[in-house]
C-alpha cells in the first residue's frame, strides 16, 4: 500500500443518513404515479444524479413520459427531499464520522466531500460540517455521474493529490465502481453483499480507525 494523503468522502448515506430522506420522497412520487418502490429498488438510485434516479424509476413503473414531464417530476420529488433536510440538526451526522474526521486530520490526512448531491451545502451547513472539508465537489460541480470518475478525481485535484494517494468512503455501488475507476482504494459503507467490490466493507464511520487505512 502507498502513501495516504486524502480521504474522499461521499455525503449521502455516508457522513449523514439522507439516503432514508432521497428514498422517501421517491417512494412518495413512485406511490402518487400508482406504483409501489422498494428499498431493494432504491438501492440502484443511490450515488446516482436525480434525473438518472428517475430515469430509473419510471423504467420500474413502467412508465415513459416527455423529458419535460420528467422535470417536473424530479423538482417535485427534489422539493419535497428539500422540505426534509431543511429541518435536519447536527444530531443527524452519522456515528463515528467526526471522531474520524479528527483523527484523520491529526495525521495530517487532508478531507475531501464528493457528492453527486447539488444539496449538499444545505445539508453540510445544517449539520455544521462544512469546516470540515478542505475540498468539496458536488453535482453542481460535476457533469458526468458516478460511476464515472470525475467527481473524484476533481476532488484529488482540488486537494492537490495524487488519485493513488486517496481513500475514498462510498455506500453506493456506483460511487465504488466510480472511486475504482479513478484509480484510488475504496472503504464500502453498508453491506459487505453489495459492496465487495470495494477494498474494505464496514457498517459505518464508527467502525474506522486510521490504522485500519493499510488497503
Ligand atoms: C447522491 C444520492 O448523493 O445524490 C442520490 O446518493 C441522489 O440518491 C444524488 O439522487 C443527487 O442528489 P440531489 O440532492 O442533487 O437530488
Ligand atoms: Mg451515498
Not at 28 to 43: T, V, Y
Request: charged share 25%; proline share 3%.
Amino acid at each position: 500500500m502507498g502513501t495516504i494523503r486524502a480521504c474522499i468522502f461521499d455525503l449521502d448515506g455516508v457522513v449523514v443518513d439522507t439516503a432514508k430522506y432521497h428514498y422517501l420522497a421517491w417512494k412518495r412520487l413512485a406511490n402518487e404515479l400508482g406504483f409501489d418502490f422498494s428499498e431493494e429498488h432504491n438501492e440502484k438510485l443511490k450515488g446516482v444524479s436525480r434525473m438518472e434516479s428517475l430515469r430509473i424509476l419510471l423504467e420500474v413503473g413502467g412508465i415513459a413520459l416527455s423529458m419535460q414531464d420528467q422535470l417536473v417530476l424530479a423538482d417535485k420529488k427534489n422539493n419535497w427531499y428539500k422540505e426534509y433536510i431543511g429541518k435536519m440538526t447536527p444530531e443527524e451526522v452519522l456515528p463515528g464520522a467526526i471522531s474520524f474526521f479528527t483523527e484523520l486530520k491529526s495525521h495530517g490526512i487532508k478531507l475531501g466531500l464528493g457528492s453527486a448531491s447539488k444539496n449538499a451545502s444545505t445539508i453540510l451547513e445544517r449539520t455544521n460540517l462544512m469546516e470540515w472539508f478542505d475540498a468539496i465537489i458536488d453535482g453542481n460541480k460535476t457533469q458526468k455521474a458516478k460511476p464515472d470518475p470525475e467527481v473524484f478525481l476533481l476532488g484529488a485535484k482540488a486537494l492537490d493529490t495524487k488519485p493513488s494517494e486517496c481513500i475514498v468512503f462510498e455506500d453506493a455501488e456506483a460511487g465504488i465502481e466510480a472511486a475504482l475507476n479513478a484509480g484510488m482504494r475504496c472503504v464500502g459503507i453498508g453491506d459487505p453483499r453489495i459492496l465487495g467490490k470495494a477494498n474494505l466493507v464496514v457498517a459505518g464511520l464508527h467502525e474506522m480507525k486510521f490504522e485500519k487505512l493499510t488497503l
